[in-house]
């Protein structure tokens, strides 16, 4: 089986890890803070809050907004479930945006539509999420520009985008946003195993996900409402969590960071060879916007049925019987049942609609060889039945 991602580990990465396992710390020892000064530099944020997980960074990015019941977040409905769950979370419920039909991303045309509505409603969002997807970069100018003017909040899903730029600067810089968000999942640009990062320019937020990653624990005097009995004292002074990313995980994220620039120069290439080896073939490959430099995370094709005479299924089952670990990058969130039975309509999303009914990920990670590529590039074109895909 090609998969669609996987992880590339060097000799450098189990060094650093085994490192840890031979050092007094094995959790919260001094390689988290090292690793989230490396992202910070990195993306040109003032901070970075290492966590267990894109998941948790993205809620706990949530209460560092103060999301809570009675708000409401709005993001794209092509994402993973975990970026509208963040909201769910904290008690406030969710709405989505039509996706750009040439991005994929949350469109800021139909963005602009809904806030004009919410306005004239009364029921504006508190935060706005806008998710990076496959590394394509949002237009966040535009969805700043609408932050500004209505007054919401903006938390970047970057999960797919670490190495990415947006208009020459890097991703995560939180120039339009007030937290952005990485994923560390072994499938993404760099691994820690599980992990992730929330970064910020505020320092206040930067404190507030610190300390909820924590317990919701301070030792910082200034913070405490009692004075303290002893060196040892401490004070949880809200309901945190245990979101604490561990040195061992930090040690194989910051060592895999020596190699990030390469990973996303490797997938690029692998990208535009795609884009030639499937000049002719019936499908809409990878639209890249010239203020972007995607960091290339999925090689999303979008398939020409009405051409191909076959269904989607029938060309993602037959790659899959024939070892290729194509995906489908995503169903979109109002589909799974949890948020089914919340009443959305699918007719409010026709962009979003058609991207699932002709999506298909193909695999893209650094290790690709051009063989393999050449073989998915091969399958894809095989007959169906007594149909032929080219």
């Known amino acids: 089986m090609i998969p669609y991602g996987r992880q590339d580990i060097s000799e450098a990465d189990i060094e650093a890890v085994v490192k840890v396992l031979r050092s007094d710390f094995l959790t919260q020892g001094p390689v988290v803070p090292a690793f989230e000064k490396a992202l910070a530099g990195y993306c040109g944020a003032r901070y970075a809050a290492a966590a267990t997980s894109a998941t948790s960074a993205l809620h706990l990015a949530c209460l560092a907004l103060d999301v809570g019941v009675g708000d409401v977040v709005w993001t794209t409905p092509i994402t993973f479930v975990a970026t509208a769950n963040c ?113 910020t320019n505020d320092l206040a937020l930067f404190g507030k996900i610190a300390r909820l990653r924590s317990h919701g624990i301070t030792r910082d005097a200034s913070e405490m409402i009692s004075a303290a009995d002893g060196p040892w004292y401490y004070e949880q002074i809200e309901l945190g969590y245990n979101y604490r990313l561990t040195d061992l995980q930090a040690a194989l994220g910051l060592s895999q960071m020596q190699r990030l620039d390469e990973f996303v120069t490797k997938r690029q290439s692998l990208a535009a060879r795609y884009g030639e080896l499937l000049k002719d073939f019936p499908a809409i490959t990878p639209w890249q916007h010239a203020d972007s430099y995607s960091a290339m995370h999925l090689y999303v094709v979008r398939l020409r049925l009405d051409e191909i005479k076959a269904s989607h299924r029938e060309v993602f089952e037959r790659l899959r019987v024939n070892g290729i670990g194509v995906n489908l990058h995503y169903i979109p969130v109002y589909h799974h049942p949890y948020y089914a039975r919340q009443g959305f309509n699918a007719t409010d999303f026709p962009e979003a609609e058609r991207y699932y009914s002709e999506a298909i990920s193909l695999p893209l990670f650094p290790a690709l060889t051009q063989d393999q590529q050449l073989e998915v590039v091969r399958l894809l074109g095989t007959p169906i039945g007594h149909q032929t895909i080219f």
């Open 87 to 199: 909201a769910v979370y904290c008690g406030a419920s969710v709405d989505f945006v039509d996706i750009d039909p040439q991005s994929y991303n949350l469109s800021v045309e139909r963005l602009a539509e809904k806030l004009d509505r919410a306005e004239k409603s009364g029921k504006l969002p508190k935060v706005v999420i806008p998710v990076h997807l496959c590394g394509q970069p949002c237009d966040m100018a535009g969805i700043h520009a609408l932050g500004q003017k209505y007054g919401f909040k903006i938390i970047e899903d970057a999960s797919h985008a670490l190495g990415g730029r947006y208009k020459g600067e890097p991703i995560g810089n939180c120039r339009y946003s007030d937290i952005t968000v990485f994923s560390f999942h072994p499938v993404k640009i760099i691994t820690s195993g599980e992990g992730g990062a929330a970064m």
